[in-house]
T-cell receptor
Framework: KAGVTQTPRYLIKTRGQQVTLSCSPI?????VSWYQQTPGQGLQFLFE???????NKGNFPGRFSGRQFSNSRSEMNVSTLELGDSALYLC????????????FGPGTRLLVL | GIQVEQSPPDLILQEGANSTLRCNFS?????LQWFHQNPWGQLINLFY???GTKQNGRLSATTVATERYSLLYISSSQTTVSGVYFC?????????????FGKGTLLTVNP
């Protein structure tokens, strides 16, 4: 089986722009979750989607949003980018949810100038 | 949400030495995983171990759920195991239903 894939792998944006990141889960997996990794805050949970529904959300402003499609692929969007949004964004997938083994993608490195 | 503490934050070893990494968590969990983050940032799953003991080559892990801690053992370390090791947990329901990571242990194995 192919692993979790994320696109793009690298991205440079300027303050005020918006960005959309994509995550394709392992075939058959219905749960997709997103994480932000920064040197200062470490790895932080953004949100989790299952069957196109958001089941939980971390402590991030409303500028961070996501969605999941019927094929389980997920996107996350960050609007009005700030310098502090520069980070590695990781997604993970599993069959049914966060109580199971999570398989992570390679991540998207976002740099906001 | 569940609090996760990892220790030590940094560990420097000579090749061939053994090491023990610890993960303490503040509430009951239904998922506990150990990851190794490679230099490119990808999280490699080492163990899914909400309770019990598992072994994989030179790596083994033990979780004592009743006492809310997990240990990752690395035996006969080689330079290739250098990197950051993370523990992550998730509970059931409410604010505990999210994968919470510790701050990691940076392991450096010198030749």
């Amino acid at each position: 089986k192919a692993g979790v894939t994320q696109t793009p792998r690298y991205l440079i944006k300027t303050r005020g722009q918006q960005v959309t990141l994509s995550c394709s889960p392992i075939s058959g997996h219905r749960s997709v979750s997103w994480y932000q990794q920064t040197p200062g805050q470490g790895l932080q949970f953004l949100f989790e989607y299952f069957s196109e529904t958001q089941r939980n959300k971390g402590n991030f402003p409303g500028r961070f949003s996501g969605r999941q499609f019927s094929n389980s692929r997920s996107e996350m969007n960050v609007s009005t980018l700030e310098l502090g949004d520069s980070a590695l964004y990781l997604c993970a997938s599993s069959l049914l949810g966060l109580g199971e083994t999570q398989y992570f993608g390679p991540g998207t490195r976002l740099l906001v100038l | 949400g569940i609090q996760v503490e990892q220790s030590p934050p940094d560990l420097i070893l000579q090749e061939g030495a053994n090491s023990t990494l610890r993960c303490n968590f503040s509430d009951s969990v239904n998922n506990l995983q150990w990851f190794h983050q490679n230099p490119w940032g990808q999280l490699i799953n080492l163990f899914y171990i909400p309770s019990g003991t598992k072994q994989n080559g030179r790596l083994s892990a033990t979780t004592v759920a009743t006492e809310r801690y997990s240990l990752l053992y690395i035996s006969s370390s080689q330079t290739t195991v250098s990197g950051v090791y993370f523990c992550a947990v998730s509970g059931s329901g409410g604010s505990n239903y999210k994968l919470t990571f510790g701050k990691g242990t940076l392991l450096t194995v010198n030749p």
